[in-house]
């Protein structure tokens, strides 16, 4: 089976609420949407996610190098086993460099039409099962006190076993949000706030040392790119240390346990242009004992999938924050993968085992 055309469709699908972070709020999804075609007949789908703050990629940047780069350089290459995605991966490293979501949309797509044409689930192409299903973390964005509260019962309800709470703004006010859902969730369920980038390395090191929280991590304090200060904090202080935007390729695997910089490291396949990487970070972190976590940005059900296929052949996965897609966008774009709370498993249909519906349309960018 050879690559024929890889076809990107912008879509943008509103949000149920506003989405807040530290670094930015966001009203609707604004993805791409990859068809890749094969001369088999065979299309795999993939989704690119690029976030200008994370990536530096935008949907209008990820549209003109899969056109004007990816695509030409993958047209008419072989997929006719796994391996065969590790060329395709290079080939886009020598096409161009960084532009990790758009890469990621290709990779998606590849691992979906070879499934589909050996007639295995992705997570089968990427290794063995190491578990059945996966439980997601609970999640409340960077809102009010209440909203902190409500996400958080609604999570004990739902039963999770781990819960991420962004913060990053005045700290004695994102204290008593951490402190709330610690009430509500007990102290058994571990907790990991989410500066996204918005501390200092010394407040890092000043509210990490004065946290008396048990069973709590910090993600990404500061800037993405001090690895350096990063590594400091991890030092300094008692709370493990999990390295999210600061973690964007095997190499920046690497890189952080050279320096001890992180306790554990969360990959999204947004940053690491797919799965084919992202499974070659989870492998080097396993090679030293460091646990992995799967997280996931605004997304469709495409993404999500592809995280939880990854998830489930990921032998150190500790935390698993990918929430169901319709938790925030409005309607899915995809039919397939079933919920029932926070737990999923993958269907043992072929590919990612997705069928787009007809309607997404309705939400292309024209
Ligand atoms: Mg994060």
């Not at 609420?17 to 609707?28: D, S």
């Not at 590790?86 to 039409?113: E, F, H, T």
């Amino acid at each position: 089976m050879r690559i024929t055309l890889i076809e990107p469709i912008p879509l943008q699908i509103p949000l149920k609420v506003p989405f807040k972070t530290a670094k930015a709020e966001q009203l609707t999804a604004r993805i791409v949407l990859i068809k890749l075609h094969t001369d088999s007949g065979i299309i795999g789908i993939g989704e690119c996610d690029p976030r200008p703050h994370i990536t530096g990629e935008t949907v209008d940047s990820v549209l003109a190098v899969v056109s004007a780069y990816l695509a030409p350089a993958l047209q008419g290459m072989e997929l006719s086993e796994a391996n065969d995605i590790r060329k395709v991966c290079a080939q886009m490293d020598q096409a161009l460099v960084s532009n990790p979501s758009a890469k990621a949309g290709i990779d998606i797509a590849a691992y979906d039409a070879l499934g589909k044409s050996k007639g295995l689930p992705v997570y089968a192409l990427l290794g063995e099962r190491k578990r059945k299903a996966l439980v997601s973390s609970g999640f409340t964005d960077l809102g009010s006190r209440a909203k902190a509260e409500q996400d958080a019962r609604k999570c004990r309800e739902l039963g999770c076993s781990n819960f991420k709470i962004k913060v990053g703004r005045d700290w004695t006010v994102d204290s008593e949000r951490v402190d709330v859902v610690r009430s509500i969730l007990g102290p058994d369920i571990d907790l990991i706030i989410d500066p996204n980038q918005a501390w200092s390395v010394e407040q890092s090191i000043t509210i990490l040392k004065q946290l008396k929280i048990r069973n709590l991590a910090c993600e990404q304090p500061i800037v993405w790119d001090d690895l350096v200060g990063l590594s400091s904090i991890a030092q300094a202080v008692d709370v493990p240390v999990i390295a999210d935007e600061a973690v964007r390729s095997p190499f920046d695997a690497c890189v952080v346990l050279r320096l001890k910089a992180a306790d554990i490291v969360n990959i999204k396949h947004l940053k690491s242009g797919g799965l084919c990487r992202g499974l070659e970070i989870a492998r080097i972190l396993q090679q030293e004992g460091v646990e992995c976590m799967i997280g996931s940005t605004m997304e469709t059900g495409i993404s999500s999938a592809a995280s939880l296929h990854l998830g489930i052949a990921c032998s150190n996965l500790k935390y698993f924050d990918v929430a169901p897609p319709t938790d925030f966008i409005t309607e899915d774009i995809v039919k397939g993968i079933e919920w029932k709370g926070l737990s999923v498993e993958p269907s043992e249909q072929p590919g990612l085992g997705l069928e787009l519906k007809e309607e997404l349309l309705k939400y292309a960018i024209s």
